[in-house]
C-alpha cells in the first residue's frame, strides 16, 4: 500500500509548515521504533562478537586466514624453540601456480593482536600474489610464548623458514619475496641483517624503523615512552603477568590513538547501519578482539631497544653470538610502503633509516643497496594490509614489478603508480589498470617529510638514558617485592579482566543478561521497519553523532599537545641532559650508524675489481650497458621496458633460464661502471661486440625496441642512443671487413664469463635441438636490462 501521509522532511522550518502534527507524530514513531530495533540487533552484534572471541580464542592455532594453510615446520620443535610457524598457502582450485614464480613468504606482526592480517581477505598480500601466479607462504605464531624464547631465537627461526621456503622452488626466477608486517618488519630487517644474502625483495608495509622520527603535532606515539617515565612501566607489567606480557596492553595503546573512532564512532557506524555493516564489523573483531601473549624478556626487549631506544638503525644491536646488526649489509632490495594516514608509522618513522644510515644518495650505490618507497595519501595504518583497494592497488603491483625491482640498479627509487590514460604510449605493454615505475630520489626528498632537529634527538636521547635509570631502580626497588607477590592465578585474572577482553565476554552469551536478546534480535530482524533516510530525528541523531566525534577528537589533540609539550619540556632541559651524561654538541652524532671499517673495506675492495670490468665480458655485458647508458638521464624505470626485454628473453630462452643472482651481477656492475667512469665504460664498448656482424645489428635491433616500448626518447636520450648505435654499426662493419690472416694466429675473441657461455644477439633464434641452453644465458640477460638501463 502507498503511504499516502503529507511528507515532512529533515528542515526544521518544514515541521511547523502545513504538515499535520499526525505526520509529525508518524516521524517521531518511526524513528524510535527503529532506534530501538537498532538497539536490540546492536546487542545481538555485540554478543556474537563475544562468542566469536572466546571461540576463536580457544582455537589451538587461531588466526583470522582466508585461505587453506598446509603446516611444514613448527617451531616448537626446533633447538631453540618459539612459538612461531611456517604453513604453506593451499591455492584455490582456480589459482594457476607458475612453477618458475619466485615464493613470497607473508610475515605478520606480533604486535598484541593474533596472526593472518595480511592474508584476512581475497583481496590481500596474500591473495594478489596467489593471483599473479606466485607460490605463497605464511609466518604466523601461537597466542602463547614459549617459555624462554627470545627475540634473537624468532629471528633464527624466521631465517629457517626462509631458507626452507627457498629450497622448496629451486626452479624459481629468484629468492623468495619477503613481506613484512607492521612489527613484523622491522623483525624481517634483523632477520635479513644477519643473513644478507638470503632473501628476495623485502616489502615493509607499515613497519617503524626510525623510532624517534616525526614532526612536532603530528606524530604523538613516539613520546609515549618518555611521558610514562620509560620502559619501567613495561617491566612491571610484566611482573604482575607472572613473566608474560599481555599484548592486550598494546591493542590499547594503539585505541588510545585515536579515541573518537575507539570511544564512539566505530561502534556508532555499526549501530546506524546495522543492516549491512554487522558481517564487516564482525569479520575485523575476530582479529581485533583476540589479543595474545609475548614473554616479558621479549616485550622489554622491544621497548628498550626500539620504542625507546631506538638501536637498530644506530647498529647498536647484536646477534647472541655477538654479530653486529648492520641494516647496510642486506643485499636484497629493500621497499617501503607506508601512508600519509598512518598515525601509528608515519613516513618519517619508515623511511628515516634511511638518512640514519646514508649521508647522501651516492653512498647508497656505493653500498649497492636497491631502496624504493611509496607514500600512500590517506590509507590508515591497518589499511595497508587489510584494505581491498590497497590490495588491489599498490600490493597488485608490487607484486607484479618483483622482477623489475630486484634487477634495479643500487640507489633510492620512488615507486609511482598512475592511472593508464589516453595518451600513454604502448598500453598493451602494461599489466592491468596502472602503469607502475620506478623514479630516482635523493636523500633530499626523504628529508622534505619532515624530521626530528638536533635538538629533538637530543630529547629523545635524553629520555633513553633516563628510562634506562628509572628501569634500574625499579629492579633494584620495587620490582622484587612485585614477583614475590606476583603468582600465576593473579596474572591470568587480570588478563581475564583487562578492557580487552573483558569488553568482549561481558556481551556473549556467558552473561545471563544476553539470553534474551538472540530470539528478541530474530524476531526484529523478521518484522524490521528501517526508518526513511530523510526522517527528521535521524538528522538529529546524525548531528549529535558528528559533535561527538569533533568533541573527543578535540580532547584527543589536546591530550597529545600537553604530551608533546610536556616531553619537549622535560626531556629538552640542559640540566636533565648533562645529568645523565650528554655534553654539549652531543646532538651532531646522536642517530647517525657508526662506521663500519671491515664493510668499507669490502667496499673498496669491490671497486677495484670494478676496475678489471670495464673490457670484460661479452654481447650481454655491452646490451646491459648500452640501455643503461641511454636512459641514465631519464633517472626512471618503466615496466614497459621490462616487459619487453623479457617477452624478447623467453622467446628465445625455449626453456633455458639464467641465474637471478647472475643477472643482479650484470646489471649492479654495469650500472658501477657508468658511476665510475662513464666516457671509459663507453670507449670500451666495441671491445665486448662480438666478431658477428649479425649479431651486432641484431641486438642493436632488440635495444631499440625496449628503448621505444616506454615512448619517445629525451633529447639527451636520443643523441646518446644514436652514440651507442654508431658504436654497435661499427663494430658490426670491423666484423664484415675481412681480416688479414697472420700465419701462425687465431683469431681473437672476447673473452666470455664463465657464468655466460655464448656471445649471442636477444632476437629470437631457434637453438640446436640438443642445447637450447647454449644461447639462453644471454638472452635473459639482456631480457632484464629494462630494469637497470632506466636508472
Known sequence: ??????????????????????????????????????????????????????????????????????????????????????????????????????????VDPRAGHGPGIGGMKHDSEIGVA???????????????????QTIGDVCEAEALFIRTVADRHPEADGKPVVVGNCQAGWQVMMMAAANPNLCGPILLAGSPLSYWAGVRGRNPLRYLGGALGGTWLTALAGDLGHGIFDGADLVKNFERMNPANTLWEKQYNVYSKVDTEAERYLEFETWWGSPVLLNAEEMQWIADNLFVGNKLTAGELRTGDGTRLDLRNIRSPIIVFCSWGDNITPPQQALGWITDLYENEAEIVAN??????????????????????????????????????????????????????????????????????????????????????????????????VSDVNLALYRATLGPVVRMMATKQSAEMMRALHPARLGYNIFSDNNPAMLPVRDLAERIRAERRPVPADNMLLAVEKTVSDWIVRWLETAGSVRDALEEHAFLTIYGNPLLQAMVGFRAGAEATLRRADRDVVREAMEAHRQAELETKFAAGGLAEAIVRALIYVRLPDRSIDERGFNVAKALCDAQAQGARLSQARLKDVFRDQFLLLTMDEERAVATLPDLLPADPAACRLALADIRKVLDASGSLSEEASGRLARIAAIFEAGAAAADAPAAPQPGAAKAVPAVPAAVPARVPMATRRAPARNPAAKAPVAKQAAGSKDRSDA
Open 368 to 465: 649497492g643497496q636497491t631502496i624504493v618507497y611509496t607514500t600512500h595519501q590517506s590509507i590508515g595504518h591497518l589499511g595497508i594490509f587489510v584494505s581491498g583497494k590497497v590490495a588491489t592497488r599498490e600490493h597488485q603491483e608490487f607484486a607484479g614489478a618483483m622482477g623489475m625491482i630486484d634487477l634495479a640498479p643500487p640507489g633510492l627509487y620512488e615507486a609511482v603508480i598512475t592511472d593508464v590514460g589516453e595518451d600513454t604510449a604502448n598500453p598493451e605493454l602494461i599489466r592491468g589498470r596502472y602503469l607502475f615505475r620506478l623514479e630516482r630520489r635523493s636523500l633530499d626528498d626523504i628529508r622534505a617529510f619532515g624530521n626530528n632537529d638536533p635538538e629533538d634527538d637530543l630529547r629523545f636521547a635524553t629520555a633513553a638514558r
Open 130 to 148: 596467489l593471483q599473479a601466479g606466485h607460490p605463497c607462504y605464511f609466518i604466523g605464531f601461537l597466542p602463547n610464548p614459549v617459555p624462554g
Open 1 to 106: 500500500m502507498t503511504d499516502q501521509t503529507p511528507h515532512v522532511g529533515s528542515d526544521p522550518q518544514s515541521w511547523f509548515g502545513p504538515a499535520s502534527f499526525m505526520t509529525f507524530a508518524k516521524q517521531v514513531s518511526d524513528y524510535w521504533t527503529d532506534a530501538a530495533q537498532r538497539s536490540v540487533l546492536f546487542l545481538d552484534v555485540l554478543r556474537q562478537r563475544g562468542n566469536i572471541a572466546q571461540a576463536h580464542s580457544a582455537r589451538r592455532a587461531p588466526n583470522v586466514l582466508h585461505y587453506q594453510a598446509e603446516p611444514l615446520i613448527d617451531g616448537r620443535t626446533l633447538a631453540r624453540p618459539v612459538n612461531y610457524a611456517l604453513v604453506r598457502i593451499v591455492p584455490p582450485a582456480d589459482v594457476v601456480i607458475d612453477p618458475h614464480a619466485r615464493p613470497f613468504v607473508v
